[in-house]
């Protein structure tokens, strides 16, 4: 995947990141996995994570075909698991709501966005990487398997809602 490109997103990428998470709720939903069907992650949210300077796209042929969040931990949502963390310093990095567009699917593009936010992870000097995802969502899962993440436990997001939770420790 030498021509996708990474950088942080801007408010000019929003339209191509709202209907990538469009077609993710679709996906999701025709696949049964309630995740992201009550609204969110909504353009509040990512307008929040370009000024955070936590958003960022993948681009290839000059179209946004993947967008993901990257967070520094403390993570509010992984503070309580029922389970245990591999690592407990807080000096990890987080990936949330990543989506692959339609277009693109089946071209690795998801691996390559794993690839860069683990090398984001370790330039950075952190001590592992986190995900979370619906227990259902078996395209996140083989993902985290895929990279070698152990699977730690369960955490639950703001709205309550279980999610698996894993880590990958450097």
């Known amino acids: 995947m030498t021509s996708l490109k990474f950088r942080l997103a801007t408010a000019a990428d929003l339209p191509q990141v709202?209907?990538?998470?469009?077609?993710?709720?679709?996906?999701?939903?025709?696949r049964g996995i309630p995740q992201?069907?009550?609204?969110?992650?909504?353009?509040?949210?990512?307008?929040s994570d370009i000024a955070h300077q936590a958003l960022y796209v993948g681009i290839l042929n000059q179209k946004v075909v993947v967008m993901m969040t990257l967070l520094a931990g403390p993570d509010p949502n992984y503070q309580k698991i029922a389970g245990t963390w591999q690592q407990l310093d807080d000096n990890y990095l987080v990936m949330h709501r990543i989506a692959v567009a339609r277009q693109a699917a089946g071209q690795g593009i998801a691996e390559a966005a794993f690839e860069f936010a683990i090398n984001q992870a370790q330039q950075a000097k952190k001590i592992s990487f986190r995900i979370d995802t619906h227990e259902k969502n078996q395209g996140m899962r083989h993902l985290a398997a895929k990279f070698d993440f152990t699977q730690c436990g369960t955490v639950w997001m703001a709205d309550g809602s279980p999610r698996l939770a894993f880590e990958l420790v450097f």
């Open 18 to 30: 709202m209907t990538i998470v469009e077609e993710a709720r679709q996906f999701l939903h025709e």
């Open 36 to 47: 992201w069907q009550n609204g969110y992650p909504d353009q509040t949210v990512f307008r």
